[in-house]
């Protein structure tokens, strides 16, 4: 079975300053790696994932995440944050021909000025 | 292109109450999902609809959650009886098409609170 651990349930941070989500998973098969956003009153929007390839993955809003197989992390990094990123950011895998998906407990992140 | 929309955004209820929560999902979406988050912790999927079939409810908690998708349209989830362990927040998802891996397209979420 699959299972995602974000070990941090808050980061905060301040503007322009650099940060990382951390994301885990666990799982016996090749998995499919996800990172979604959810902001304040709003449902969860894709910022990226990862189905194969380059393992350094680009999503939306200057995200990007990197897939690491030894050590089955999908960490989520942004060089420079803004206010409007502050969030909560969720990190979910799949398999493949496998349609539910497996997601971690949440990252909240507070964007400080 | 209208998302996904749940209805209602929140619900406060007493336990032994029942409560339906709607989702409509994105139109042409033959896969709707269920998904619920219980406070702090990790969102877990319910189930699985192909249109109006259940593909896969392996996440129903027990034979109090009743979920139903008429014509393939929009879903019903009802809670009958509630306990309060049924609070948290219901998402509901829709995609167009099945593996390999794709996006879920979700709604905003019901917010559920059993008192």
């Known amino acids: 079975a699959q299972s995602v651990t974000q070990l941090d349930s808050q980061v905060p941070v301040f503007e322009e300053a650099p940060v990382e989500l951390r994301c885990n998973y666990s799982s016996s098969v090749s998995v499919y790696l996800f990172w979604y956003v959810q902001y304040p009153n709003q449902g969860l929007q894709l910022l990226l994932k990862y189905l194969s390839g380059s393992t350094l993955v680009k999503g939306i809003n200057g995200f990007e995440a990197e897939f690491n197989k030894s050590q089955t992390s999908f960490h989520l990094r942004k060089p420079s944050v803004h206010i409007s990123d502050t969030a909560e950011y969720f990190c979910?895998?799949?398999?493949?021909?496998?349609?539910?998906?497996?997601f971690g407990s949440g990252t909240k992140l507070n964007v400080k000025p | 292109e209208a998302g996904v929309t749940q209805f209602p955004s929140h619900s406060v209820i007493e336990k032994g109450q029942t409560v339906t929560l709607r989702c409509d999902p994105i139109s042409g979406h033959d896969n709707l999902y269920w998904y619920r988050r219980v406070m702090g912790k990790e969102i877990k999927f319910l189930l699985h609809?192909?249109?109006?079939?259940?593909?896969?409810e392996s996440g129903m908690p027990n034979n109090r959650f009743l979920a139903e998708r008429t014509g393939g349209t929009y879903s019903t989830l009802k809670v009958q009886p509630a306990e309060l362990e049924d609070s948290g927040v219901y998402f509901c998802a829709s995609s167009n098409r099945q593996g390999p891996p794709h996006e879920q397209y979700f709604g905003p979420g019901t917010r559920l609170t059993v008192t």
């Open positions: 979910a895998v799949t398999k493949y021909n496998f349609n539910k998906f497996y």
């Open positions: 609809f192909v249109k109006e079939s259940k593909q896969d």
